[in-house]
């Protein structure tokens, strides 16, 4: 094993590690809402609805975890995406460096419209 490989290998385990302790972030956000609204089923994007306005400590913890998911610079999962991205690229796995700048864009998007229902929506979405 070279050492491009060993780099590329631990860059996917700093890059797991890194998304596993988001994740296991946002679960501990979506399980205290559960405990925090009660009556409230989060199966729609809609149920975040003013959520910034009913509990903005959580909010803004749900918003740091959804900016890291979609690695943005100063956050941790920016800095694992791009440990990954330069291991990717030192084993000339260019296809793949593109599926993930590509998945990240898309994902982003996504991240950044629960955002936009979290802290500016009105009481419905139309």
């Known amino acids: 094993m070279s ?3 060993a ?5 996917l385990f700093f890059f797991q590690l890194v998304y596993s302790l988001i994740m296991l972030g946002i679960f501990y956000v979506l ?3 559960r405990l925090y609204f009660t ?3 989060f199966d729609k994007v809609s149920t975040f609805v003013n ?11 749900f918003a740091i ?7 943005i610079p100063p956050v941790s999962g920016f800095f694992g995406k791009y440990v990954f991205l330069v291991g990717v690229l030192d084993v000339n796995l260019f ?12 994902s982003l998007i996504v991240y950044l419209r629960i955002l936009k229902i979290m802290f500016f929506s009105s ?3 139309n």
């Open 65 to 71: 975890f959804l900016f890291s998911l979609g690695s």
């Open 39 to 41: 009556l409230y089923m």
């Open 7 to 11: 780099y590329a290998l631990s860059s």
């Open 123 to 125: 009481d419905s979405l």
């Open 95 to 106: 296809f793949g460096a593109l599926v993930l700048l590509f998945g990240s864009v898309l």
């Open 51 to 61: 959520l910034f306005k009913e509990n903005p400590i959580l909010a803004l913890v």
């Open 31 to 33: 399980v205290s809402l």
């Open 3 to 5: 050492f491009t490989d």
